[in-house]
């Protein structure tokens, strides 16, 4: 059983940064870890996941090249590094966390935090 707390979050104005953290409760380094949002009325849609040696990370194509998800298995921790930020990134960024392999549907994902919610301005 694991707990997870996101903090992090904030309004940043477009091309902006911020890093989101994700701690857990319990011992991550067996688990495969994951990033979602939500954007108000849309479904909760992947953001990145990475594997629990931190050695496989995937990226939805939409924040590709901008967002790096990494882990600190020693702190728990998992952290979201998101850099020049869009309005379409608005949303409220969960943490999830999983056993069993690196999974991209939300349903496979057994443990999600409260979220926190990001902002991006235009």
């Known amino acids: 059983q694991v707990q997870l707390v996101e903090s992090g979050g904030g309004l940043v104005q477009t091309g902006g940064s911020l890093r989101l953290s994700c701690a857990a409760s319990?011992?991550?380094?067996?688990?495969?870890m994951g990033w979602f949002r939500q954007a108000p009325g849309k479904e909760r849609e992947l953001v990145a996941t990475?594997?629990?040696?931190?050695?496989?990370?995937y990226y939805a194509q939409s924040v590709k090249g901008r967002f790096t998800i990494s882990r600190d298995n020693g702190k728990n921790m998992v952290y979201l590094q998101m850099n020049s930020l869009k309005p379409e990134d608005t949303a409220v960024y969960y943490c999830?966390?999983?056993?069993?392999?690196?999974?991209?549907?939300?349903?496979?994902?057994?443990?999600w935090g409260q979220g926190t919610q990001v902002t991006v301005s235009s």
């Open positions: 990475i594997t629990w040696l931190g050695g496989n990370a």
């Open positions: 999830t966390a999983r056993v069993g392999g690196q999974a991209y549907s939300k349903s496979e994902y057994n443990y």
């Open positions: 319990g011992r991550i380094s067996t688990y495969d």
